[in-house]
């Protein structure tokens, strides 16, 4: 019987090649992702004429939102940094070599 060590290492050849990550768009947002974005940045600085009543996010019109003003831009930041990450991985991937023990040498 073959050690557990020799066995993984044999599997491993049959692992396919891991797939290239597609960029995140704002559509790919998930609900709980926006949710992490407000909850990391709804104390940020807000832009003149806005103030936070503790659960609301107000104008100077008294007009009352439930996430930040700048919310937009911190969705774009947050996409930006994501799609590096992406990048960074992808670049990486390719990097690698990878060897079809079933492809025919030409």
Request: hydrophobic content about 35%; proline content about 5%; aromatic content about 14%.
């Amino acid at each position: 019987m073959l050690p557990l060590s020799r066995c993984i290492n044999r599997v491993s050849f049959f692992i396919q090649k891991p797939q290239r990550k597609a960029l995140k768009t704002r559509g790919m947002l998930t609900l709980q992702e926006i949710k992490n974005i407000h909850v990391k940045r709804h104390l940020d600085p807000l832009p003149a004429g806005y103030f936070y009543n503790g659960t609301q996010f107000v104008n100077f019109f008294g007009d009352k939102m439930d996430y930040h003003p700048l919310m937009d831009q911190f969705m774009n930041d947050y996409l930006e940094e994501a799609n590096r990450e992406i990048e960074k991985y992808n670049r990486e991937l390719e990097e690698q070599e990878y060897h079809d023990l079933f492809e025919q040498k030409t």
